[in-house]
């Protein structure tokens, strides 16, 4: 039990040193862009690379190397965590799934109305403050540690894809300016390929892992933001082991008697010892859960190197007051998109559709919960300046929109810590 409670504890504690990473990569950024080596990090990160495959050229700045490929492994670990969830966890049933399909709707509806509503004449940004930033969120939940609630974690965290998968439809069908079709049957073909391991009962993770990165390949030329692919690739890695926990039990008890059986003065393994040692590690293999080992080895990856430089090479905003003026009511668009409409839309949606049966609420999270997600859900920062590149070409209206998200996310962010902690202290 005590090695069990550690294990926890150490989780909980990386997972609050990647909340803190995230916050400094983001203030060294704002720190960076503003000063004497404001151009040299512009230059950086706009700095173009490309691959060739074949006789195709894929080239991109390096930010959207990072935007595109780095996190796609983020959403893929997180894809992970839904589909485990949504198979054998709290989303396991529909009208448990259905809670935080609503709430996103209802995040994503509710903003994107007051921007038109208040920008009737430029309606186009519409589409910045209905994002999430996943990665930002979930780091505030990180951060708090044992003080959040694990389902309200689970609860963001299935509210933030299904947002932002509704973010990638809209910038798919209205910030696109060049859809290639043909594209559409390569990506087909290759997830059909995918699901046609999980059919026949593939477990090993390399072959999904290389036709994952075909399916990024040909969802990036398609023309839409390729991150989707993380998520297709998470929802259809295996979740069963080759061998149930009964079958691997006796055959460890099997091997591990052979190996006592087997012992002598000699202070060398014998090749019987060694045989058995080869059964037990041929067996955890076989038991061990694609999906979960899949999502395991992600986590490191994704806490300490992608969200850390995905925000240090996106949250660089030059600090210039004067671009507000001009652009008030758009920037007031985004701004009361994200701090009012995401909380009224997360909560507004729910509690309707709950009273009046379509859903039900989890009762591990109360409606003040709700709330509190609700404010931490209007944390769009680098999901919406990315639509916000994609909604205007005229860089005051751009500087302008960012300073706007970066106050209503900072804003956002701490009413949501706020409510958490104040219902914390009151329990």
Not at 8 to 15: A, P, V
Not at 205 to 219: E, K
Not at 293 to 316: K, T, V
Not at 347 to 355: D, E, V
């Amino acid at each position: 039990m005590l090695k069990k409670f550690l294990v926890i504890e150490d989780f909980i504690s990386k997972e609050a040193l990647s909340g803190v990473l995230l916050f400094l990569a983001t203030v060294a950024a704002v720190i960076v862009a503003n000063s004497s080596l404001g151009q040299s990090y512009y230059d950086l990160w706009h700095m173009p690379l490309g691959m060739t495959l074949g006789d195709k050229t894929i080239s991109m700045t390096l930010t959207y190397w990072i935007d595109d490929g780095l996190m796609a492994l983020f959403f893929l670990m997180v894809g992970l965590e839904i589909k485990r969830e949504m198979v054998i966890g709290e989303l396991s049933s529909v009208a448990k799934a259905s809670f935080p399909i609503v709430a996103a709707i209802g995040g994503m509806v509710i903003p994107a109305l007051i921007y038109v509503a208040l920008n009737t004449d430029n309606p186009l940004g519409f589409g910045i403050p209905m994002a999430t930033d996943i990665a930002f969120a979930l780091g505030i939940l990180m951060l708090l540690g044992t003080r959040v609630n694990p389902a309200l974690k689970l609860f963001l965290v299935a509210l933030a894809v299904v947002d932002d998968l509704g973010a990638v439809l809209v910038v798919a069908t209205v910030y696109t300016s060049e859809i290639k079709a043909e594209y559409f049957l390569h990506a087909g073909v290759t997830y059909a390929l995918i699901w046609l391991l999980n059919y026949m009962g593939v477990k090993k993770i390399l072959p999904y892992l290389i036709l994952g990165v075909f399916l990024w390949v040909f969802i990036h030329e398609i023309g839409i933001h390729a991150t989707i692919a993380g998520v297709l690739l998470a929802f259809a890695i295996p979740i069963s082991s080759k061998i149930d926990e009964d079958k691997f039990i006796e055959k460890t008890k099997e091997s591990i008697d052979d190996f006592e059986k087997h012992r002598d003065p000699i202070p060398v393994l014998n090749h019987h010892q060694i045989d058995a040692l080869e059964s037990m590690a041929h067996g955890y293999d076989k038991v061990q859960n694609p999906l979960v080992r899949l999502e395991h080895n992600l986590h490191g990856l994704s806490a300490f190197f992608i969200m850390p430089l995905f925000a240090f090479s996106n949250a660089g905003v030059i600090i210039d007051f004067s671009t507000i003026d001009a652009n008030l009511m758009i920037v007031l668009g985004v701004v009361l998109g994200l701090l009012v409409g995401k909380p009224i839309g997360i909560f507004g949606f729910t509690y309707l559709a709950t009273k009046i049966g379509i859903i039900k609420k989890p009762d591990e999270i109360s409606w003040g919960d709700v709330v509190a997600v609700g404010f931490l859900g209007g944390i769009g920062f680098t999901m919406s300046i990315f639509i916000t590149h994609l909604a205007f070409a005229d860089e005051t209206v751009i500087a302008a929109v960012k300073l706007g998200v970066f106050a209503a996310s900072f804003l956002a962010a701490v009413i949501g810590v706020t409510l958490i902690l104040l219902k914390k202290k009151k329990a």
